[in-house]
């Protein structure tokens, strides 16, 4: 089996998506792989369908500005973990080891598409999201599982 040398985690904030990071940080140290943060702003749940024709898919800077600040705790988070000895085994991944992305769009599909068009080796993510339903795997998360082009971790 080869080393995982990329990883990507879908991150929403939830604590599901916080104990996922953990993990990624925890491989991360042990495969010497880089791991990026992706952030999906769902559309749907920000705006009416109506609104989304009427703006054609743009993102307000109010969303833009709430999925940062989730994200940069959670960039924060990575940098505070890794520990100097295993920053200084994988330099040439030091200024890769929380790269984030914000992205709009129906989560399922972006996380996919997102992973095939950066050839991630891992995906890991939380079973659930910020959704309140109560079950044991989540909709975005089951999808994933079933349809990304890699192999995924999901964390409860």
Known sequence: MEKFR????????????????????????LCQAKIELL????????????????????ISDDS????????NEAQSQ???????????EIEEFTDLLANFHIKNGEPTEVIVNFC????YDLIIMGSKGRGGIKQ?????????????????????
């Open 64 to 71: 833009k500005a709430a999925e940062r600040t989730i994200l």
């Open 6 to 29: 990329s990883m990507l985690v879908p991150f929403d904030g939830s604590e599901h998506s916080q104990r996922a990071l953990k993990c990624a940080i925890y491989l991360a140290e």
């Open 39 to 58: 952030c999906v702003v769902d559309l749907t749940s920000e705006v009416s369908a109506f609104e989304q024709v009427r703006i054609g898919g743009y």
């Open 78 to 88: 990575v940098s505070h973990t890794l520990q100097p000895e295993n920053i200084l």
């Open 116 to 119: 095939r068009e950066n050839n």
């Open 136 to 156: 044991l795997l989540g909709s975005v998360s089951s999808y994933v599982l079933c349809h990304a082009p890699c192999p995924v971790v999901v964390v409860r």
